[in-house]
């Protein structure tokens, strides 16, 4: 098997470190760098092959991405393979926030896929990909860190069995492609009118580090992030976004298909905030 004597990493996020610390396991002469990421920079100077560069710079002919966000130009792209490390099971879930879109949909299966880059968003070929189903109560964390644990565990051994010709490329079927966006602030604003059950995913996909699911009182701009919760399914035509009980166990609203108790709430300082600063009729904004 022949060796790869210079590979390239553009580099960010977790994402990025579990791919590095994949790729200095391999059998390299050089390893160019580009990132903006400190612990990978801080890494990166105990191992005496990596090089930092830019994309102007690129010697080899082979180059990773994963957790980079910018779009390659189609000069570059045409003069050397740019390989992708996306996170979801593509053709679906192109774009950004793969994961927390895929587990919002409540999908039945999970993955990353490794991919040939071309000019259009995760539309290349496939290389590999990993899969697992999606056991509905985890989140996004843990799919994410699982998956960080596996590419750093695989993807030298993928991209080498690539550049020796042992694995074939597979053309995505784009009548089967879905796109999503990047999610902003937001999105992470508690919608009373959704189900129950989009409800629970939600509060499975936005963990840290990810901004957590926060309430807002309508006309105000207080803001109140949700630590504990508890859902009821208990179907009643009534006001949505209301809160219709405070107890011991918490601030009751209504939800499109019953209540969610309010456990626990903390404020900007991230100070938890005290049940008595609410009062039953007041509406949270959907």
């Not at 999970?110 to 880059?117: C, D, P």
Request: charged share 25%; with cysteine.
């Amino acid at each position: 098997m022949e060796r790869i004597k210079i590979i390239c990493l553009i580099v960010e996020g977790w994402g990025g470190l579990a791919a590095y610390k994949s790729i200095i396991k391999g059998d390299f002469d050089k390893i160019e760098l580009i990132t903006k990421d400190g612990v990978i920079t801080d890494m990166a100077k105990t191992d005496k092959r990596t090089v930092f560069c830019d994309l102007n710079g690129i010697l080899s002919d082979i180059v990773i991405c994963a957790g980079y966000s910018k779009i390659i130009k189609g000069d570059l792209l045409r003069k050397k393979k740019f390989i992708n490390i996306h996170y979801s099971i593509l053709p679906k879930y192109r774009g950004f926030h793969s994961t927390v879109w895929a587990i919002l949909n409540d999908e039945d299966h999970l993955g990353l896929t490794i991919h040939r880059m071309n000019e259009f968003i995760d539309d290349g070929p496939i290389i590999d990909q990993y899969i697992v189903f999606n056991d509905k109560k985890s989140t996004s964390r843990y799919y994410m860190e699982h998956f960080n644990e596996w590419v750093e565990t695989n993807l030298y051994k993928v991209v080498l069995n690539y550049y020796n010709g042992q694995i074939k490329e597979k053309i995505q079927d784009i009548s089967q492609a879905t796109w999503v966006g990047k999610r902003n602030i937001e999105d992470c604003k508690l919608d009373f009118n959704q189900t129950n059950q989009y409800i629970f995913n939600f509060f499975r996909a936005l963990v840290e580090p990810y901004p957590l699911p926060f309430i807002r009182m309508r006309g105000t701009k207080m803001e109140y992030r949700i630590t504990k919760y508890e859902l009821l399914n208990r179907k009643i035509n009534t006001h949505v976004g209301r809160i219709l009980n405070i107890d011991y166990n918490g601030i009751y609203v209504s939800t499109k298909e019953g209540y969610i108790i309010l456990k626990e709430l903390r404020n900007n300082n991230n100070e938890i905030v005290s049940f008595d600063d609410f009062k039953i009729g007041q509406y949270l904004e959907l």
